[in-house]
């Protein structure tokens, strides 16, 4: 049986679900790939901390060069979010001879020419599954079953935490920032929570997707965007008058050759599938010249959602080493 193993860079929400999966299905995973996963080192910010999952604090570093210096290590996970240091740390790892698997769509996005340049420089791999959507394999599906497709458009509901406020706003009656602090309060929603309401969180993963599904990369600040700060209640009911949802989409089409892409609220007819999606669901409408319209609708952030698209990238990943 081949053994592979692996170095977490980072701890946290995803982390801990990514060694769940691991640990919990680690018969399940040998039985159908043929390959035992042995997970030797973690970094984390303090050893000592409380955590939902059982683990050795013999396995815990505060020092990211234990993993990245590593020659035993495979495959590096990097869940630390951000730019920096996650672009060093992943630069690193790769020059060490590592593959890397992140959920990091911020440095992904922002360093994808970069990142391009190191893997093909030392041929090692980037699994980018859970950067987009959690648990949705939208990266796997335009990448691989509907590769032999044009892509018309890919339109999103890419951030869960302003779908939850703008269904709250809707179905419940509540004004913005009353619906913003619930969501924070469930932990939907960071303490500042920027990045999501005014649509950055977004673009970032428009950027990826634009990139996989057209071949061209647009750096998420070069992304019209608009959040959802400025929605009022007035907003919300004269769309219902209208039989429509206000969504904050992300979208890119190929119009006659040229693509347009945003990221901004619009709404929706109450009978579209991306209207349809409520909470804190993701949904991504996509549209093939052969395959037609699909709809992908599901758990687009979370522990074991997000985890289990990065454990589907470590087994595609150790397949081929």
Do not use: W
């Amino acid at each position: 049986m081949k053994k592979i193993n692996i170095g977490l860079l980072g701890f946290g929400t995803v982390g801990q679900g990514t060694y769940k999966i691991l640990t919990e299905n680690k018969e399940l995973i040998a039985n159908r790939h043929n390959i035992e996963f042995n997970i030797k080192k973690i970094l984390v910010s303090n050893v000592n901390k409380k955590r939902n999952v059982d683990v050795d604090a013999s396995f815990l570093t505060t020092n990211a060069d234990e993993i990245i210096n590593d020659n035993d290590i495979d495959i590096v996970v990097e869940l630390l979010g951000g730019i920096e240091p996650a672009y060093t740390y992943i630069s690193n790892a790769i020059k060490n001879n590592k593959h890397i698997v992140t959920a990091n769509k911020a440095v992904i996005a922002n360093k994808s020419l970069e990142l391009s340049a190191l893997k093909n420089t030392y041929n090692k791999q980037i699994g980018v599954e859970a950067c987009v959507a959690g648990g949705i394999p939208i990266i796997n599906a335009i990448t691989t079953a509907l590769s032999g497709n044009e892509f018309i458009s890919i339109k999103g509901i890419l951030n869960g935490t302003t779908n939850y406020i703008l269904t709250q706003m809707d179905e419940a009656g509540l004004d913005y920032k009353t619906a913003l602090k619930q969501t924070q309060e469930l932990g939907y929603a960071e303490a500042d929570p920027t990045a999501d309401v005014e649509g950055i969180d977004a673009a970032n993963k428009l950027s990826i997707l634009i990139e996989l599904g057209f071949n061209k990369y647009v750096h998420p600040d070069n992304i019209d965007t608009i959040g959802i700060s400025s929605i009022t209640k007035k907003d919300i009911q004269k769309a219902n008058k209208n039989n429509e949802k206000i969504k904050l989409i992300a979208s890119v089409e190929n119009n006659n050759g040229k693509l347009e892409y945003n990221v901004k609220p619009i709404s929706l007819p109450n009978n579209h599938p991306l209207a349809m999606v409520k909470g804190a669901f993701n949904g991504i409408f996509v549209t093939g010249n052969a395959v037609g319209e699909l709809m992908f609708q599901g758990a687009g952030a979370g522990s074991l959602p997000t985890g289990s698209a990065v454990v589907g990238d470590i087994i595609a990943i150790a397949k081929t080493i």
